[in-house]
């Protein structure tokens, strides 16, 4: 019996033994609930709390049976999986009247858990980069449920503003070693990420300055400054214009 991989971060993917799992994608109800389960680990979620989640204004007696329903089909697609430490083979989900939770020996692997682990490692980061294909569920949208999408975009700041934190960090780290070609990497990683992140901008143009590139310095400065105009309708801080003129000088 094979262990499940989920992969959230850019598109929902569920894989068993290495295989597309596509009967997730058939019921985006189902989809959003093996997502908010897989997330919230092994941790009891209240019937309640998933109602509102995922049916949100729908009255009490549909929304429970809607759930009772999605479980159904989550436990039809998933009956068993691989357990951990190689027992038997055991239920993906346990559900009672209390609520519902994955089960606690089942061998599932969750991308975004992985991503956590290696971000809390000093030699994590380029593990962490390569399983970030993307923003959170990027692919995913309940357009009936504003909790849901909520929930959501939350997770999605989250994960996207720790990549980027761990970037910036490792950025300076290489600036201060004299390693500007790796600091530039990470810097441009920053900005593939969130193009109008203005500190990732600053360390670039210091990184390609300081390796003797100022006149590229100066094209990305001014590309930036008109990428901010565009966007925001404003030009770039005054840190940002001091390390320009510096690097004129």
């Given amino acids: 019996m094979a262990a499940l991989e989920m992969n959230l971060l850019g598109p929902m993917e569920a894989r068993l033994n290495g295989r597309p799992v596509a009967e997730v994608h058939a019921n985006r ?28 204004g729908m009255p009490e007696r549909s929304a429970r049976h809607n759930l009772s329903q999605a479980l159904y089909m989550l436990k039809g697609i ?12 055991v239920p993906l989900v346990l559900a009672d009247r209390r609520g519902v939770q994955i089960n606690p020996d089942a061998a599932l692997e969750v991308d975004v858990h992985q991503l956590e ?14 399983l970030y294909r993307g923003d959170f569920l990027s692919d995913f949208y309940l357009e009936d449920s504003s909790e849901f999408e909520a929930w959501a975009g ?29 600091a530039q990497a990470y810097a ?13 901008q600053r360390q670039l143009m210091e990184a390609l300055a300081r390796g003797g590139e100022r006149a590229e ?5 001014q590309a930036f400054r008109g990428l901010l105009l565009e966007e925001l309708g404003v030009g770039p801080g005054p840190e940002t214009e001091a390390l320009a003129r510096s690097i004129r000088a």
Wanted: proline share 5%; glycine share 10%.
């Fill in 154 to 182: 939350a997770r999605r700041e989250a994960y996207r503003g720790e990549l980027l934190e761990a970037l910036s960090t490792a950025a300076v780290a290489r600036l201060q070693a004299g390693d500007f070609h790796q």
């Fill in 188 to 200: 441009e990683r920053q900005l593939s990420l969130d193009p109008l992140r203005e500190g990732a």
């Fill in 29 to 56: 109800k189902v989809g959003a609930l093996l997502a908010y389960l897989a997330v919230e680990g092994h941790r009891l979620q209240r019937r309640e709390t998933l109602i509102g989640l995922l049916w949100p």
């Fill in 78 to 89: 998933f009956p068993e999986v691989a357990a951990k430490a190689g027992r038997e083979p």
């Fill in 217 to 221: 310095a100066l094209g990305r400065h």
């Fill in 117 to 130: 682990k290696r971000l809390g490692r000093p030699d994590g980061l380029a593990e962490a980069d390569a």
